[in-house]
C-alpha cells in the first residue's frame, strides 16, 4: 500500500484548558499514529481570531500535522474530527511533490526570506 504525504488543519473551541486543548491534540494525533500514518510534522499555531465567527466564536486554537499514510485513514481521521465537540473546523488535504517541497524550506526558515544581495 502507497504511502501519501497529507496536511490535516484543525481549530479547537477556545473555551478549552490548556490541559483539554493538549489532550485533544493527543487525540488526534494518537489517531494517526495507531492507523499506521508517520507523523513528518506537527504546529500549533495556538490561539487565533477567525476570519468569521465559527458557533458564535471568534478565536479559536489551531494545530497543523503533516504525515504520511494511506488514503483509507483520511476517512477515520475526519470521522473523529465530525465526532469531537471540541472541534469548530477541519481541512485534509493531499499534498503533491511541490507543496512537500514546500513545506521542507519553510521548515528551514528557506521562505519567506528576501535573498540577501551580494556587493558586485
Known amino acids: 500500500m502507497e504511502l501519501k504525504n497529507y ?3 484543525f481549530i ?4 478549552l484548558s490548556e490541559q483539554q486543548t493538549k489532550d485533544a491534540v ?3 494525533k494518537k489517531v494517526l499514529v495507531d492507523n499506521g ?3 513528518v510534522h506537527e504546529d500549533a499555531w495556538g490561539l487565533r481570531k477567525l476570519a ?3 458557533q458564535n466564536k471568534h478565536t479559536g486554537y489551531y494545530q497543523i500535522f503533516e504525515f504520511l499514510a494511506a488514503p483509507a485513514l483520511i476517512a477515520k481521521l475526519e470521522l473523529e474530527y ?3 465537540e471540541k472541534v469548530i473546523r477541519f481541512l485534509t488535504l493531499a ?3 511541490h507543496a512537500v517541497a514546500y513545506n521542507e524550506k519553510k521548515r528551514k526558515g528557506l521562505v519567506g ?5 551580494t556587493e558586485a
Open 82 to 84: 465530525k465526532r469531537d
Open 26 to 28: 493527543e487525540k488526534f
Open 12 to 15: 479547537l473551541t477556545p473555551v
Open 37 to 39: 500514518a508517520q507523523i
Open 95 to 97: 499534498l503533491d511533490k
Open 7 to 9: 496536511e490535516t488543519v
Open 113 to 117: 526570506r528576501k535573498p540577501e544581495k
Open 52 to 54: 468569521y465567527p465559527i
